[in-house]
């Protein structure tokens, strides 16, 4: 059974950085496909970034330049680097994992397997 659970949230001021990591376990192939996702009150979930292990990266237009994904495989652990944090970025966010990517790797539908959430609040 694959797990995904999400850790590094919290509040911080507009312009300030954090880093989310969401460590996996209990999956045994050696392909997948990562991302991570936010879900903001009363609006749609919506994809973040998404990673594969062919080397494949792609960010939503709202975040480019600002967040960074990254896996450590040593720690099975995928990151999520968000600096020059903005007010419209409060939300809870999410990883998910699949086997491949999909043709839309920030389509929510597209993944399995997802974490519990961990928050992520900026205050102007």
């Known amino acids: 059974q694959v797990q995904l659970v999400e850790s590094g949230g919290g509040s911080v001021q507009s312009g300030g950085s954090l880093r989310l990591s969401c460590a996996h376990f209990?999956?045994?192939?050696?392909?997948?496909?990562m991302g991570w996702f936010r879900q903001a009150p009363g609006k749609e979930r919506e994809g973040v970034a998404a990673f594969d292990t062919g080397g494949f990266i792609v960010y939503a237009d709202s975040v480019k330049g600002r967040f960074t994904i990254s896996q450590d495989n040593a720690k099975n652990t995928l990151y999520l680097q968000l600096n020059s944090l903005k007010p419209e970025d409060t939300a809870m966010y999410y990883c998910a994992a699949d086997f491949a990517c999909g043709y839309d790797p920030l389509r929510p539908a597209e993944y399995h397997y997802w974490g519990q959430g961990t928050q992520v609040t900026v205050s102007s």
């Open positions: 209990g999956y045994a192939g050696s392909s997948y496909c």
